[in-house]
């Protein structure tokens, strides 16, 4: 069974602009796949539609068979549990530490306080920041800040991670480096939806591809 | 279920530090939130204590019978009898009109007077003191006392005791008016002060909602802190009628000797402070809910 199935979803905003039509696509366990396509092809409409932020107009998304569509309101937030987001506007809290900022789901989750840092501080790890836990992201690098918001996306363990645009203002270092973890989690099972534009970066990986065209899935 | 505990403390212990982070604004609303309790509270103290005065106070309600000249001892001892079987009266008093009028000329500016009488104008009379609070009963018993023979004229000064009572129930209702008022101003307040909570940590909760925060989890905090503003606020009322009444009790107690009475202001008992402190925490609480429900859907990215 696909973990993720998209038959023949539209998206159309309040105002009659349509970002997605009729797109069909199904991604099964442990893949690893690119949306790439140009600005405003309708990439974030795809990716909102994962965690229920938009609803399809019409059309059916499924994630592990659980129809996200109807899914009732009380039920979104365990929806969300089982996938990593990492947004394209970052959404870190300066208020904080680093660790502070990893801590935020474990929190939402209500895990115990001692196993909740050991996971935040493993997290940390995997991603290259447990020597900056105490910093203030505001302190880190920009690719040290997007690092800090996928260790925040996987620090619940999901099944899926939905990254959006993760390589957008970073130099092609860092951007290699972040494509890099998110291979890394590929390969002990996560599956991945990454959300690029950048061609260049698409191309190093022998991943899938869906190319998004004005709303439409281009063959 | 421990789990559900341990969520709860920790939102608990997160709406304190919230409440914390701000001071000024925390002790700005909780001024607020005590001097709108501190009114009613106050009011109501005043009443409770003007009743208590009425009571216990020297002007306690009586009610004289003044029997016809040729009453005979039957016809007094019938009325006597009807008195003291009353639930109305707590006690009775002859003054035979010879003791009267004996007591009239041993008065040195009367004596004269009373001297140049031939016959002995004064009536038997009995007095009989009743109990506050309740004139319709003592009208009764004056109605039932005027009917019977030999009674002359029933003297029950009335007017007093239904104005009194008059003015306590209005003032009753006017407190009542006025506590509902404040009672809404202090949803608003706790409304309006979980809204700029809620403004402020707007990311927070953003964010909270977008990895899996169900909306009791980011509700909870702000319930806690409107049911602590709330309190706080009801604490600070009763300090402030407190110490008012610790002021101006000295200056009561002053005036009260000078009329011979040993009166002072009364606090309230306990258990009504621990209701009124429950009460305004039940109130921002509410003020919390209403709000908590109000902002956060325009929040939520749904």
């Known amino acids: 069974m696909p973990v993720i199935n998209f038959s023949r979803v539209t998206k159309r905003y309040p105002g009659g602009y349509e970002a997605l039509r009729e797109v069909s696509f199904a991604i099964e366990a442990r ?64 208020d904080r530490s ?81 494509l890099e973890i998110f291979r890394a989690f590929n390969q002990v099972g996560v599956t991945v939806l990454v959300a690029t534009h950048d061609q260049s970066l698409v191309a190093r990986f022998a991943s899938r591809v869906l190319r998004l065209d004005h709303g439409r899935l281009a063959p | 279920m421990i789990a559900w505990a341990r969520q709860h403390v920790r939102s608990g212990a997160a709406a304190l530090r919230g409440l914390g982070r701000s001071p000024l604004a925390l002790a700005l609303n909780v001024i607020a939130v005590g001097i709108a309790l501190a ?107 005027t009917a019977r023979p030999k009674v002359a004229r029933v003297q029950f000064d009335a007017e007093w005791a239904r104005r009194l009572d008059a003015i306590l129930r209005l003032g009753r209702v006017a407190l009542a008016i006025l506590a509902g008022l404040l009672a809404a101003g202090l949803v608003t307040v706790t409304f309006n002060a979980v809204r700029v909570q809620i403004l402020t940590q707007r990311d927070e ?30 604490l600070l009322a009763t300090a402030l009628v407190l110490g008012s009444a610790a002021l101006l009790n000295a200056e009561v107690a002053r005036l009260a000797r000078a009329y011979g009475s040993e009166f002072g202001l009364q606090g309230l008992p306990l258990d009504e402070w621990i209701a009124l402190v429950a009460f305004s925490g039940i109130l ?7 709000s908590v429900s109000r902002h956060l859907h325009r929040l939520a990215p749904e």
């Not at chain 1, 994962?50 to 009380?74: C, D, F, H, K, Y």
């Not at chain 2, 035979?96 to 500016?109: F, G, T, V, W």
């Not at chain 2, 009791?216 to 009801?234: E, K, S």
Request: with cysteine; hydrophobic share 45%.
């Open chain 2, 39 to 145: 009114l009613p509270l106050g009011g109501y103290l005043v009443l409770e204590n003007v009743g208590r005065l009425a009571e216990h106070g020297g002007a306690k309600p009586q009610l004289s019978v003044y029997f016809a000249l040729d009453a005979g001892e039957a016809d007094i001892e019938r009325v006597r009898a009807a008195l003291s079987h009353s639930a109305a009266v707590t006690g009775v008093r002859f003054v035979a009109r010879a003791d009267a009028l004996r007591a009239m000329q041993r008065s040195p500016e009367m004596g004269e007077i009373v001297a140049a009488l031939k016959t002995n104008p004064l009536p038997d009379v009995l007095i009989a003191d009743l109990v506050a609070g309740d004139p319709a009963m003592a009208e009764a018993l004056v109605a039932d006392l």
């Open chain 1, 98 to 178: 680093v660790f502070g900022n990893v801590m935020l789901p474990l929190l939402v989750t209500g895990q115990p306080p001692r196993e909740a840092a050991r996971r935040a501080r493993a997290a940390l790890d995997k991603v290259g920041l447990l020597e900056r836990e105490k910093a203030s992201p505001i302190t880190l690098s920009g690719g040290e800040q997007q690092r800090l918001c996928v260790a925040r996306a996987v620090v619940n363990r999901p099944s899926i991670l939905v990254a959006d645009e993760p390589t957008a203002s970073l130099d092609a270092e860092s951007a290699g480096e972040i």
């Open chain 2, 284 to 290: 921002g609480l509410s003020g919390a809910y209403a």
């Open chain 1, 31 to 94: 893949e690893m796949v690119f949306v790439t396509g140009h600005s405003g092809a309708g990439k974030t409409s795809l990716l909102k539609l994962l965690p229920a932020i938009e609803r399809a107009t019409s059309g059916t998304v499924l994630i592990n068979g659980q129809n996200v569509g109807t899914m009732r309101l009380r039920a979104v937030p365990f929806l969300r549990r089982t996938l990593g987001l990492v947004f394209q506007e970052q959404r870190l809290l300066y």
């Open chain 2, 205 to 234: 909760i953003e964010l909270a909602k977008l990895v899996g925060a169900t909306d009791a989890f980011v509700r909870r905090p702000f319930l806690y802190q409107g049911t602590a503003l709330g309190a706080l606020g009801g």
